[in-house]
């Protein structure tokens, strides 16, 4: 009688272990896997890296030119779109230079370049007093080897948003 009685107390016991394990998995698996929606998949939009990766900060130009492409536009016009969705955010705008020419002439290109931009995204409707420009002329380089490729990388315009 005893040997029934510890028999049906064990097998109690073990089915009672056992289901209560499969509740515990259960309920690790799920807090090990959050919900997708949870989980961001890129930076925020109205973030500094968003601006930078996806809307893109930088917009290129011709050898002593300061006038903008299409590309260049397209370009702009995204970022006028972002500026006015985030108003609280402002634009330095930097104007640069290949290495070819001299530190005062470049000083002027990258100046004439920054303004550019400026006055194109005052076109597209950003405020006047959200954008700031500086040359650096030849001075911050983004390649630095003396070929076309790297030269065209240098003459840029680049937006950096505050």
């Not at 690790?28 to 929606?37: D, F, H, Q, S």
């Not at 550019?116 to 040359?135: D, H």
Request: charged share 20%.
């Amino acid at each position: 009688m005893k040997l029934r009685i510890l028999s049906v107390v064990a097998i109690a016991v073990l089915l009672a272990a056992c289901s209560s394990k499969k509740q515990e998995t259960a309920a690790t698996t799920a807090a090990a896997t959050p919900p997708a929606a949870a989980s961001p998949s890129g930076p925020a939009p109205d973030s500094i890296e968003y601006f930078n990766s996806v809307v893109g900060n930088v917009v290129n130009f011709g050898l002593d030119k300061y006038d903008l492409d299409a590309a260049a536009q397209s370009k702009l016009k995204g970022q006028a779109t972002w500026l006015k969705q985030y108003p609280a955010r402002t634009l330095t705008v930097e104007g640069h230079c290949d290495e070819r020419g001299t530190r005062e002439y470049n000083l002027g290109l990258g100046d004439r370049r920054a303004n550019a931009v400026k006055a194109f995204l005052q076109a597209e409707g950003v405020a006047a007093n959200r954008i700031k420009t500086i040359s650096y002329g030849k001075e911050r380089p983004m390649c630095v080897s003396s070929d076309e490729a790297c030269y065209s990388k240098n003459r840029r315009g680049a937006s950096v948003v505050q």
